[in-house]
């Protein structure tokens, strides 16, 4: 069996672990006191999970620009996997993400 794997794949899956990476570092500050200091109520949850909103010279450029590397396509890729929330070992969390991951890496 001859599986041929586009570069650029590798640069997508480098983006995910490494989103995977920063997620499971900031997990256990955002765990800590600031987030049992947080007000619990609907808009400052509303406000939490409200999507970044990037500034057009923010912006990744295109994969033409870049040889191939989709920047917007590898932000949304981790932008998903935090959406997720927390995901301690054996939680529907840590499911989903790893159910996530590799239908992207089969896809």
Not at 33 to 48: D, I, Y
Not at 55 to 62: F, G, L, R, T, V
């Amino acid at each position: 069996m001859n599986l041929k794997i586009p570069w650029h794949a590798g640069w997508i899956a480098l983006a995910v672990l490494g989103g995977l990476a920063v997620v499971a570092c900031a997990h256990d500050a955002a765990t800590g006191v600031a987030a049992q200091a947080a007000p619990n109520n609907a808009a400052a949850a509303a406000a939490a999970t409200a999507a970044p909103v990037i500034s057009p010279e923010d912006k990744a450029p295109p994969a033409s620009q870049t040889g191939g590397f989709d920047g917007q396509k590898a932000y949304d890729y981790t932008a998903k996997q935090v959406s997720f929330g927390p995901r301690p070992p054996d939680s529907d969390a840590i499911r989903q993400t790893q159910a996530y991951i590799v239908t992207q890496l089969k896809s």
